[in-house]
């Protein structure tokens, strides 16, 4: 199985500042690497998807990058609706897996 | 609009049944892969098993084999879950998850429905 792993498990930001998180592979998995956003008691909502494509209606300051095992999503100007849970998902193959998950809060 | 919704959670007693639906509105359902995706109280995201677009295929986690089925009725637009033989650790919300891709990705989401395995 592939193993996702996450970093940081959490961080506190500003509104306005510019945030990073990554995302690692156990293994190349190219770029079949995607990205969801989690708000509390809501289900996951796609925002990026074979490591760099937008999900249609995702605000451009969301952007992803990477390829083979390391990958990293940016979000560019923290807004107040971006306090959230990201999870990394891989497509490369089953089964399919998770990140820990990264917990973006209030500064 | 584009909808998943899902129902049959609830508490079941270890060892027993569940049968989970989800039903689909909005898109063209036949067209999708389906998936199931949990999260137990508190944790992360877990996939649970992947049904094709027209049911012939389907992979499971590892953890679920042999006890979980998924199944889809593309006449009634509804993916199903039966669970059997429950445990406490597979308490979690149950998501479906729908891909338009055909390529693993979850671009549509139901809102869950809980099911707590607890005697």
């Known amino acids: 199985d592939i193993q996702m792993t996450q970093s940081p498990s959490s961080l506190s930001a500003s509104v306005g500042d510019r945030v990073t998180i990554t995302c690692r592979a156990s293994q190349s998995i190219s770029s079949y690497l995607n990205w969801y956003q989690q708000k509390p008691g809501k289900a996951p909502k796609l925002l990026i998807y074979a490591a760099s494509s937008f999900q249609s209606g995702v605000p451009s300051r969301f952007s992803g990058s990477g390829s083979g095992t390391d990958f990293t999503l940016t979000i560019s100007g923290l807004q107040p609706e971006d306090f959230a849970t990201y999870y990394c998902q891989q497509s490369h193959s089953t089964p399919l897996t998770f990140g820990g998950g990264t917990k973006v809060e209030i500064k | 609009q584009v909808q998943l919704v899902e129902s049959g959670g609830g508490v079941v007693q270890p060892g027993r049944s569940l049968r989970l639906s989800c039903a689909a509105s909005?898109?063209?359902?036949?067209?999708?892969?389906m998936h199931w995706v949990r999260q137990a109280p508190g944790k992360g995201l877990e996939w649970v098993a992947v049904?094709?677009?027209?049911?012939?295929?389907?992979y499971y986690a590892d953890s679920v084999k042999g006890r979980f089925t998924i199944s889809r009725a593309n006449s009634k637009n509804t993916l199903y879950l039966q669970m059997n033989s429950l445990r406490a650790e597979d308490t979690a919300v149950y998501y479906c998850?729908?891909?338009?891709?055909?390529?693993?990705?979850?671009?549509?989401w139901g809102q869950g429905t809980m099911v707590t395995v607890s005697s």
């Open positions: 998850a729908g891909d338009s891709r055909l390529d693993d990705i979850f671009d549509i």
């Open positions: 049904i094709s677009y027209d049911g012939n295929n389907k």
């Open positions: 909005g898109f063209t359902f036949s067209n999708y892969a």
